[in-house]
């Protein structure tokens, strides 16, 4: 699954949504997150975030390695 890290909290561009061809891009609180069941791996989201907020999970940068997790528990909670 690809993951959404800290560069999206409090930018929330958006533009990764209109991307992704299986809409499992979902609005939180203060960022936005990807289902990892729901989420084919086509990258299409990635290249798109102004911010680079976007990652293959195994290529996530060590200081935002949490965000995997974090992405997986939003989707417990709902
Ligand atoms: Fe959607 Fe593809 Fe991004 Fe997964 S990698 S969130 S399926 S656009
Ligand atoms: Fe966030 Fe980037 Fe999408 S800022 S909402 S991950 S385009």
């Given amino acids: 699954t690809y993951v959404i890290a800290q560069p999206c909290v409090d930018v929330k561009d958006r533009s990764c949504v209109d991307e992704c061809p299986v809409d499992c891009i979902y609005e ?23 911010v680079e907020a976007i990652f293959y999970e195994d290529d996530t940068p060590e200081e935002w390695s949490t965000y995997y997790q974090a992405n997986v528990e939003f989707f417990d909670d709902i």
Avoid: T
Wanted: hydrophobic share 25%; glycine share 8%.
């Fill in 28 to 50: 939180g609180d203060r960022m936005l997150y990807i289902h990892p069941d729901e989420c084919i791996d086509c990258g299409a989201c990635e290249p798109v975030c102004p």
